[in-house]
């Protein structure tokens, strides 16, 4: 190889080691999954020249990908488009590999840390000859040992987070958690003119549970409506326990027309519930509630106390009437009631 072609190669490599030193540190600085995946789907391929970049997570139990939808908001869910959930995966050896069109070249890289396989990244060109066999990876390498570090620190960092808006013994969001989501759901509604919902609810006579049954059947009974409220909304709604038997549904993007419905599944679902007490008897359980549309409008702010307030309003005339109803809030003086006729 002639002196001209040797220096040649060592600014390159100089060069890409510059950027590889960037590149790490701002993987470093990743607090959030939204930091961390706008790093490797987007900066990634525009730091190193490359034409798309594929990620494939090792996740059996579901919980990576778990934490992500949990994390990111509607609007940055798409990056998950990008990315490869697997129950199970074969390891991989860093290398070269012949991808499907349009790209003509790729390199295969596994994201290993501390001995545990965390997934594959892989990086495409559109020019054939820019990853062959052959090709030195140790600075790519380098950097997938870098990103699989990074993807464990935010995980282990959002498991954290996430603990702190969670209520321990229903697994939903607390106060906390649910007004985060409140808030970030409003700021979505101004910039793209969604509209969303929310249901009030306080389950009967709670009181007389826990005195009648013992405190651990009203735990259960706290856990099984969860329970059947997951099963009743969408992953992307979300479920909050406001403190003792009160809770807050929030809907994403459904319009005023639908929450009705969904008031009447979530009355029939919680009604419907078997849970037992420590004697194996079943324990009636009944709820009363409030629900309103909610529509953003550019630069104000509805908070959610305010919409609490009205909704507790409203929710005490379902009380006043006989509970076991979850009233509308759209007229102030003439609910409609979501009860059996």
């Known amino acids: 190889m002639e002196l001209k072609e040797l220096l040649e190669n060592a600014r390159r490599n100089e060069s890409l080691l510059k950027r590889l030193q960037t590149f790490e540190l701002q993987l470093l600085a990743a607090q959030s999954w939204q930091d961390y995946l706008t790093l490797i789907l987007e900066a990634l391929p525009s730091q190193f020249d490359l034409d798309a970049v594929s990620v494939k997570i090792n996740d059996p139990d579901g ?31 860093a290398g070269a590999t012949e991808p499907e069109p349009p790209w003509a070249s ?58 702190a808006l969670t ?26 003119h969604h509209v969303f919902a929310m249901i009030l609810l306080d389950l009967d006579h709670f ?30 709604d979300h479920i909050g326990r406001l403190g003792g038997e009160e809770f807050a549904l929030l809907l994403t993007g459904c319009e005023p027309q639908q929450v009705n419905y969904v008031a009447k599944r979530v009355r029939e679902g919680i009604k419907n519930m078997l849970v037992y007490n420590d004697q194996d008897r079943r324990v009636p359980i009944t709820v009363s ?51 059996d006729n």
């Open 289 to 339: 509630g409030s629900y309103m549309p909610i529509i953003p409008r550019p630069n104000q702010l509805l908070s959610l106390s305010q919409v609490m307030t009205h909704l507790d309003r409203v929710l005490y005339k379902a009380k006043a009437g006989g509970r076991d109803q979850i009233l509308s809030t759209t007229s102030t003086h003439s609910e409609t009631a979501i009860a």
């Open 106 to 163: 790729g390199l295969e890289l596994p994201l290993l840390r501390g001995g545990e396989y965390w997934g594959q990244i892989c990086l495409y060109s559109r020019i054939e000859d820019r990853f062959h066999d052959g090709l030195a990876t140790d600075f790519m390498q380098h950097l997938a040992a870098v990103i699989a570090a990074c993807l464990v620190m935010v995980y282990q960092s959002e498991k954290q987070a996430l603990m």
């Open 63 to 93: 919980h990576i990908k778990a934490s992500m939808m949990q994390s990111l908001d509607l609007d940055q869910g798409v990056l998950l488009n990008q990315i490869e959930f697997k129950a199970t995966m074969p390891i991989i050896k």
């Open 167 to 192: 209520d321990p013994l229903t697994g939903v969001e607390n106060r906390r958690g649910f007004e985060r989501a409140y808030h970030r759901e409003w700021s979505r509604g101004q910039r793209q």
């Open 207 to 236: 009181k007389r549970i826990n005195d009648q049954h013992g405190h651990g059947t009203g735990d259960r009974v706290l856990r099984v409506m969860c329970e059947t409220l997951r099963k009743i909304l969408r992953p992307t």
